[in-house]
């Protein structure tokens, strides 16, 4: 059983959940799981950006490559992406296997077109070399794609690219933490 719920209350120092559930058979069937001993887990989710921060994200891209493009050179919205992705965007540092190196970045960009993989150099550890493992804007909270949006907008700025106005910004940004829907539809 797997649920959600943003009720919990606090009395005596004990922790209550208000659990929804579709029928009294799911909570007689929970109440017998925790009676045989099994645990029950409570996790944290964080809220996801919106899909107008998804959608900003890449007007201003489109935007920036647009005023970077020139008569002989093309920049495209993915280019501008990528490169705000690995800026100002997150990423785990790992040692992987030298002879491994290739595979992992294969597999690690088949998830997206923001899923990039940097060779930092020789690890530590004898035979293995670090990169940085950058994840796609779809694994952004609101915190996340919102520095990532404050970066496109500096770089807009300093190319001359159009911008929504600050009080617009401030509008998505309020948003985005009250909406935790995200367009899943495209991986990034």
Same mark, same amino acid.
């Given at each position: ?8 209350? +606090? ?32 996790? $944290? ?13 890449? +007007? $201003? ?8 493009? *020139?008569?002989? +050179?093309? %920049?495209?919205?993915?280019?501008? /992406?990528?490169? =705000? ?15 491994? %190196?290739?595979?992992? *970045? ?10 990039? %993989? ?5 690890? *530590? $550890?004898?035979? /293995?070399?670090?990169? =940085?493992? /950058?994840?796609?804007?779809?694994? /952004? ?11 496109? +907008?500096?770089? =807009? ?14 509008? $998505? ?13 495209? *991986?990034?």
């Amino acid at each position: 059983m797997k649920f959600t719920t943003d009720r919990i209350n +606090v009395f005596g120092g004990m922790l209550q959940v208000q659990v929804p559930f579709r029928s009294i058979d799911d909570l007689i069937a929970l109440q017998e799981c925790c009676s045989k001993g099994k645990k029950i887990t409570v996790e $944290l989710k964080r809220e996801r950006r919106s899909r107008d921060a998804n959608a900003y994200c890449w +007007v $201003l891209c489109h935007s920036i490559a647009k005023k970077l493009s *020139k008569e002989h +050179v093309r %920049v495209s919205a993915v280019d501008v /992406y990528r490169k =705000a992705i690995s800026e100002c965007g997150h990423c785990t540092i790992l040692p992987i296997r030298e002879t491994a %190196v290739d595979h992992f *970045k294969h597999i690690w960009t088949a998830k997206g077109i923001g899923w990039i %993989v940097e060779d930092l150099g020789a690890s *530590k $550890l004898s035979g /293995y070399v670090n990169v =940085a493992a /950058y994840h796609g804007s779809s694994t /952004y909270d609101t915190a996340e794609m919102a520095r990532l949006i404050d970066g496109l +907008v500096e770089e =807009a700025k300093a190319v001359g690219a159009e911008t929504l106005p600050p009080a617009e910004l401030a509008r $998505l940004k309020d948003e985005w933490g009250d909406n935790d829907g995200a367009d899943q539809s495209r *991986k990034r």
